[in-house]
């Protein structure tokens, strides 16, 4: 009977370890390809090439809400995205975000990160940091941008 009962103790402990590791493996996976979506995202803005637009956009979640740096930059859905996101690639500064520096949290199928990045040049020639915060949801076997909001300190941190 006592040998029973230490099966029965040791078979629990197995399953308990399994399950352990199982999610431990799963979110080095999760961290992984939330990770390459950044770079993804990252590369799209060294890149700036609009003819690649649709491309881009299937990194978004449908229903995606995009805030940017300037007070009317408040955008949700793909389409609104879209516009924001040629206007940037034609006319705006340089975005540089740091992918060794991200801090990413997983929960489920649900991420979300943060990290300091560089806006510029300015017309004045500085660069200055830019805060990048946001969520992702997993939906099937890709993780996409469900909120991005983006935002400078006050007062503006120069990068040097």
């Excluded at 979110?27 to 609009?50: A, H, M, P, W």
């Excluded at 017309?123 to 941008?145: A, C, D, P, Q």
Aim: proline share 2%; hydrophobic share 40%; charged share 30%.
């Amino acid at each position: 009977m006592r040998t029973i009962k230490i099966i029965y103790v040791l078979s629990i402990l197995l399953m308990i370890s399994n399950v352990c590791f199982s999610k431990t493996s799963d979110n080095k996976l999760s961290r992984k390809q939330v990770i390459e979506r950044l770079q993804e995202f990252q590369d799209g803005y060294i890149s700036r090439d609009t003819t690649k637009i649709d491309g881009f956009l299937k990194m978004f979640s449908d229903d995606i809400v995009y805030m940017g740096v300037a007070s009317h930059e408040f955008f949700k859905g793909k389409e609104s995205v879209r516009k924001l996101t040629l206007w940037d690639w034609k006319r705006w500064f340089d975005l540089k975000i740091p992918i060794e520096a991200l801090e990413i949290r997983i929960e489920n199928e649900v991420a979300w990160f943060e990290v300091v990045g560089e806006s510029g040049p300015w017309r004045n020639g500085k660069t200055y940091e830019i805060r990048m915060v946001g969520s992702l949801i997993k939906s099937g076997n890709k993780w996409l941008f469900k909120q991005i909001c983006f935002s400078y300190p006050a007062p503006l941190k120069e990068v040097k």
